[in-house]
């Protein structure tokens, strides 16, 4: 087990990794602290992404800096790379992390949706039919 390091990924964005290599238990481990990070609802933190064996957090820096992020984040970080592999039943039914839907407003009327007609043509579609696709609508 390596010990946890912070990276800075970029300058609203800190990823913490577990370990080296993906494995199972490494895997529950930066689920956990996911959850853990989330339940806590840190002023600042915008996202959490969680990857086989890192974590980003996205965060906006007005309202928190790399550093008091560090610090909040430091005592669960170190309580999920303490879990031993053991802790998890890997049997169990994993629990789903929470979802965000993202919505993105769209308007193919010709006068926005100016490329509709060329993506139509390009593609042998109808312009319905390549809105249809774009818009998911069976």
Do not use: N
Not at 12 to 39: H, K, N, P, Y
Not at 82 to 98: C, G, R, T
């Amino acid at each position: 087990m390596m010990t946890p390091r912070f990276l800075p990924a970029g300058d609203c964005a800190l990823t913490i990794e577990l370990g080296d290599t993906a494995q199972l238990g490494l895997s529950l481990r930066i689920q956990s602290l996911c959850q853990r990070i989330l339940q806590r609802s840190l002023a600042g933190i915008v996202e959490v992404v969680p990857a086989l064996r890192s974590l980003t957090v996205h965060y906006d820096p007005c309202r928190i800096s790399a550093a008091q992020l560090r610090v909040a984040l430091l005592p669960l970080v170190m309580e999920a790379a303490a879990v031993s592999p053991k802790d998890f039943d890997a049997s169990d039914e994993e629990v789903p992390p929470a979802v965000r839907r993202w919505s993105i407003p769209a308007c193919y009327e010709p006068e926005h949706g100016q490329d509709v007609g060329e993506i139509a043509a390009a593609s042998g579609l109808s312009p319905w039919q390549v809105t249809a696709l774009h818009a998911c609508v069976s």
